[in-house]
């Protein structure tokens, strides 16, 4: 059974960083698509960044040159650095990871940037 659990998030004020984890369990994410999606209230769910397995990474322009996703095979973790925290930041955080053609979501970490 594939399952994606998220850590890291937490309250932070703005111009501070944090870093998300997203443990999978189930298969090797090795070069598998992952990414990070996030839901502010009363908004749509969002693609914050993707590493496509093909090699391909993207960031949603609000966050680049702030945000980073890696990822840590041997620990079967995916990443998300986030510096330069902002207010609009603010909303719920979710891994997702794409396996034998099915989506496989977490159950998200809230992410507060206060000003």
């Known amino acids: 059974e594939v399952q994606l659990v998220e850590s890291g998030g937490g309250m932070v004020q703005a111009g501070g960083s944090l870093r998300l984890s997203c443990a999978v369990a189930?298969?090797?994410?090795?070069?598998?698509?992952v990414g990070w999606f996030r839901q502010a209230p009363g908004k749509a769910r969002e693609a914050v960044s993707c590493a496509t397995s093909d090699g391909s990474i993207y960031y949603a322009d609000s966050v680049k040159g702030r945000f980073t996703i890696s990822r840590d095979n041997a620990k079967n973790t995916v990443y998300l650095q986030m510096n330069s925290l902002k207010p609009e930041d603010t909303a719920v955080y979710y891994c997702?990871?794409?396996?034998?053609?099915?989506?496989?979501w977490g159950q998200g970490t809230q992410v507060t940037v206060s000003s």
């Open positions: 189930g298969y090797a994410v090795g070069d598998e698509a």
């Open positions: 997702k990871a794409e396996y034998f053609s099915r989506d496989y």
